[in-house]
């Protein structure tokens, strides 16, 4: 079964720190993607990234970058957390056999105050 | 932009049938997917199908595919109380890198 595991399920932040946000994929995937989860808007693209170093803007990038250094491992920053970031993040990794499902992680709710 | 819409509430007794409905304004989606997001947990592929494909049966679950109005649906089966979650339509995206564009889910009621 393919894993995708997130590094914290809850995370209490202030304003203004910065915050990594780990993912990692067991499947040797090279597509991986991060998503923020709010009621009422359902899950928007922040980045993505198709191969070990690079990466490509989503839907809401501002606020936010990433690091792809290792094909296995795709990481989150907040380099000066919000409020307004206060969300659930979610990362998923694409197979890209057959019809291109993507696995999701459990989620990390990160609480910015 | 490319825009996908689903109602966000449905409630239904136990033992009636299901009916998730989605609309989206890509028309060149190779695949269109469902998927399940318990309490708490990720979201979970629950069924897909292909965009030339008018409908897919897998056990309890029908999904419907109108290409020309641009329509996806889900219909559950003799919906039971572990069916209760949130299900989001999502839309594979043209162009590559295999984006998709998703609802903003719609939260699933089962009541005895």
């Known amino acids: 079964d393919v894993k995708v595991t997130q590094s914290s399920r809850y995370l209490v932040k202030r304003t203004g720190e910065k915050v990594f946000l780990e993912c990692v994929q067991d499947?040797?995937?090279?597509?991986m993607f991060w998503y923020r989860q709010d009621p009422g808007l359902g899950l928007r693209l922040i980045y993505f990234s198709y191969d070990v170093k690079m990466k490509e803007k989503g839907d809401i990038p501002e606020g936010y970058s990433v690091s792809r250094e290792k094909k296995e491992r795709f990481s989150l920053i907040l380099e000066s957390a919000s409020t307004n970031q206060t969300s659930m993040y979610l990362c998923?990794?694409?197979?890209?056999?057959?019809?291109?499902?993507?696995?999701f992680g459990p989620g990390t709710r990160l609480t910015v105050l | 932009g490319e825009d996908v819409e689903q109602s966000l509430f449905l409630s239904v007794r136990e033992g009636d049938s299901s009916v998730i409905n989605c609309t989206y304004t890509?028309?060149?989606?190779?695949?269109l997917y469902w998927y399940k997001q318990e309490p708490g947990a990720g979201l979970q592929l629950l069924t897909y199908i292909f965009s030339n494909m008018d409908m897919k049966q897998d056990q309890r679950l029908t999904v419907l595919l109108n290409k020309k109005d641009k329509h996806l649906s889900l219909r559950i089966a003799d919906t039971q109380t572990g069916d209760s979650a949130i299900y989001f339509c999502a839309v594979g995206l043209s162009g590559g890198y295999n984006k998709l564009i998703f609802g903003a889910g719609t939260r699933l009621a089962v009541h005895p």
């Open positions: 998923a990794s694409l197979s890209t056999r057959g019809y291109n499902e993507q696995f």
């Open positions: 890509d028309s060149s989606s190779t695949y």
């Open positions: 499947m040797d995937h090279e597509n």
